[in-house]
């Protein structure tokens, strides 16, 4: 599976960002797809992610201001930001996870891509 960002950028607090992530390869097999992220000195954590099914999750820092979807037509996954504040900034990395059994998956990761908030 390969993964290729789109998006990211330079917005002021209040702005808003899409970042789109397109998969290809296996796509048939990816379970679920979405994004982490890693601001500067942090670990990277998740932020969204959509199964195959469509079944969104987030985390709960961001829900009510990110959304998550997919076209699965167009293999791609779309985060849509808005509300973006300084502590958004980060570098947003898309991954996709296919599960071959409850103990086995593997996972790919895409480039990250570099999103900042100004104040």
């Known amino acids: 599976v390969q993964l290729r960002r789109l998006g990211g950028g330079f917005v002021q607090a209040g702005g808003s960002l899409r970042l789109s992530c397109v998969a290809s390869?296996?796509?048939?097999?990816?379970?679920?797809i979405g994004w982490h992220r890693q601001a500067p000195e942090k670990q990277r954590e998740p932020v969204a992610e959509?199964?195959?099914?469509?079944?969104?999750n987030y985390t709960e820092s961001v829900k009510g201001q990110f959304a998550i979807s997919r076209d699965g037509a167009k293999n791609t996954v779309y985060l849509q930001m808005d509300s973006l504040k300084p502590e958004d900034t980060a570098d947003y990395y898309c991954?996709?996870?296919?599960?071959?059994?409850?103990?086995?998956?593997?996972?790919?990761w895409g480039r990250g891509t570099l999103v900042t908030v100004s104040s």
């Open positions: 390869g296996s796509t048939v097999s990816i379970d679920a």
């Open positions: 959509i199964s195959s099914g469509g079944i969104a």
């Open positions: 991954f996709a996870r296919l599960t071959y059994s409850p103990i086995l998956n593997e996972v790919y």
